[in-house]
């Protein structure tokens, strides 16, 4: 097949999302973390504040559970799958005024165990706000301890992650810009190890010489079956590399 068809200097949208899956993944495992832990630091920090209010205004009245409920939940992939349960419960108050409220919280399972529907439950609100209540055994402290956690833990991890790949795609696009252009030998056209839409993309294994007659090898982005299909070993065709560190290079194709 006449090579024709040669991977273009800037790779579109598909080719870069194929070729830079890593950044991408990490930078949304990144930007996930960041708002489980912003949102779990709003939530600990309103919390904070609202236990002040709690211990200087807040009164306490018997109300009556209406529902209990448990919503289960399937996380992860495969093997990892894990189960989960969460317990609410919704309940109705009354102030001294006559006035009557309907809510719902999550708490603890002992605390779930031992409430019944149409038995007692301890609440506790805010005069002003009656809605701004709480009751015995919940979770809303424990949640916002866990995003805090749990997302910080995300953020770093997606950081590291995002940054390392972040460097390497600043590093290949200066390469595309200002590399030095030497001729490359593809050795081998190899299958790669994604798939798009259902179709094995490949890359190009090459040797090139540098600017002071030294032999590298490299590897080629992902390419698609079509792009791949023009090249065959011993082909010439185009590189870019670091004059600094000429360890490192870009494919061109022509």
């Keep these: 097949m006449p090579k024709e068809h040669a991977q273009r200097i800037w790779p579109s949208w598909l080719t870069f999302g194929t070729n830079h899956f890593w950044l991408l993944f990490a930078g949304m495992w990144f930007s996930a973390g960041s ?3 912003c949102l779990g630091l709003i939530d600990w920090i309103q919390i904070g504040g609202l236990d002040e209010r709690f211990e200087r205004d807040a009164r306490s009245v018997q109300g009556t559970v209406l529902k209990k409920t448990i919503i289960s939940s399937t996380s992860g992939f495969g093997s990892h799958r894990r189960s989960s349960r ?22 603890y399972s002992d605390a779930w165990d031992k409430l019944a529907e149409g038995g007692p439950i301890q609440v506790t609100y805010l005069p002003d706000e009656p809605l701004t209540n709480r009751v015995e055994g919940r979770t809303d402290l424990g949640s916002a301890v866990a995003g805090v956690l749990m997302g910080g ?5 997606g950081g590291a992650l995002f940054f390392w790949q972040l460097r390497r795609f600043l590093r290949t696009s200066r390469l595309r810009r200002e590399g030095t252009t030497a001729e490359a030998t593809v050795l081998q056209v190899e299958r790669g190890s994604i798939f798009v839409k259902n179709s094995q993309q490949w890359r190009i294994r090459y040797r090139y010489l540098d600017h002071l007659g030294r ?3 490299g590897r080629s982005g992902y390419l698609s079956p079509d792009e791949a ?8 065709g185009t590189v870019r590399f670091d004059r600094l560190r000429p360890q490192d290079s870009v494919w061109v194709g022509k």
Excluded: Q
């Excluded at 833990?153 to 991890?157: G, Q, Y």
């Excluded at 299909?229 to 010439?236: C, L, P, R, S, V």
């Design 153 to 157: 833990l995300l953020a770093v991890v």
């Design 86 to 107: 969460s317990y609410h419960v919704s309940y109705r108050f009354g102030t001294p005024e006559g006035r009557e409220f309907e809510d719902a919280a999550g708490v």
């Design 229 to 236: 299909a023009a090249w065959h070993a011993n082909d010439k």
């Design 35 to 37: 708002l489980f832990f």
């Design 215 to 217: 032999t590298w090898e």
